[in-house]
């Protein structure tokens, strides 16, 4: 990974999706690992801004942020059942991870070598076990695109079909592509045009909505330019490409 300076956020969060919708979210990060694989740099620093966002538009009590030893698989996957529990069926549930990515899954703080690692199928669960009927998940991690298996190497890079849940799945890379940041300031280019386009960055239509096609779009061309090319986010899911994420006014 590289690292980017975060821009300030100019806009003011109302709500997502409904007016009587509650946002719920589990954020890790992970910069301090077992001694099995190496240290990273700008991973808790881009999930503290993640909570900062969400802490603007929910309740305390609705978000939990893990960062480094507290990352555990076994906290991860114990603070998804408690705080996604939680969420009514018209609610909002998140998980965000950064922090390395292999094929097939997330590594948390004890990742052993790869042998405990947060197994993509995992994280499926804990959503699926979830009332809510809107879901987001959300990783700046390497390889991250694997989660949807080979489908995220194909030229069409965003797929969408209504389903009876509304789950997005934006992930940072395809799953043969590594994610960066950048040299001089802590924080992941996807992380980083994330928050910019759900701040409002993204609404390309001036509708004081942010759509799922709106914020894949915008974070997609600005990762590719940031990286020359060499990272591309990908989104997948059960969803209408015109879903509402959040609205905002300036």
Partial sequence: MKKILLLFLTFTIVFVSKLNADVYAVIVGVEIYDGTVNNLSASVDDA???????????????????????????????????????????????????????????????????ASGLRHSEIRAAFKKSKAKTKLCLADACYSGSIVGSKSNTSTTHVTSPGADN???????????????????????FTKHLLLGLSG?????????????????????????????????????????????LKYKK
């Fill in 167 to 189: 789950v997005i799945i934006f992930m940072s890379s395809r799953d043969s592509e590594t994610s960066l940041e950048s040299v001089n300031q802590v924080t992941g280019y």
């Fill in 201 to 245: 960055r993204a609404d390309t239509n001036s509708d004081g909505v942010v759509n799922a096609y709106e914020l894949y779009a915008y974070v997609r061309r600005n990762v590719k330019n940031d990286s020359q090319g060499g990272q591309t986010p990908v989104m997948f899911g059960n969803f209408d490409q015109y879903l509402p994420i």
């Fill in 48 to 114: 503290e801004r993640v909570y900062k966002f969400f802490s603007n538009i929910t309740k305390s009590e609705n978000l939990v942020i893990l960062k480094d030893k507290q990352a555990t698989k076994e906290n991860i996957l114990y603070e998804m059942d408690k705080i996604f529990s939680k969420a009514k069926e018209d609610d909002l549930v998140i998980f965000y991870y950064s922090g390395h990515g292999a094929p097939g899954l997330f590594c948390p703080h004890n990742i052993n070598g790869g």
